[in-house]
Nanobody, 122 residues
Framework: QVQLVESGGGLVQPGGSLRLSCVASVTIFNIYTMGWYRQAPGKQRELVATIISDGNTNYADSVKGRFTISRNNARNTVLLQMNSLKPEDTAVYYC????????????????WGQGTQVIVSS
């Protein structure tokens, strides 16, 4: 069983910064990909950034150069540093973790955090 605990959301003015964190409480399965997704009111969930266990990262075009994703595998933690925030970044941000059983055949499971709200407004 995996639980994700997110923190760091809040209200910030345009141009400001926030750091989101997500801690995965997993003891049995191996974590492969960790990432952040967001969902704005009236919109579908969209990818923000992901990071694979080997450190490879992927960012949405809209956040490139402004957001930085990182992870600490030992602590099962993923961080999202959000700089130069814009009003269009306003959304509920969800931590996502992709896990797999350590045995073959692999069984894959996806887990989502409860979401942390980010509001960028003056």
């Amino acid at each position: 069983q995996v639980q994700l605990v997110e923190s760091g959301g809040g209200l910030v003015q345009p141009g400001g910064s926030l750091r989101l964190s997500c801690v995965a409480s997993v003891t049995i399965f191996n974590i492969y990909t960790m990432g952040w997704y967001r969902q704005a009111p009236g919109k579908q969930r969209e990818l923000v950034a992901t990071i694979i266990s080997d450190g490879n990262t992927n960012y949405a075009d809209s956040v490139k150069g402004r957001f930085t994703i990182s992870r600490n595998n030992a602590r099962n933690t993923v961080l999202l540093q959000m700089n130069s925030l814009k009003p269009e970044d306003t959304a509920v941000y969800y931590c996502h973790v992709n896990t797999a059983t350590p045995t073959i055949p692999r069984r894959w499971y996806d887990y989502w955090g409860q979401g942390t709200q980010v509001i960028v407004s003056s």
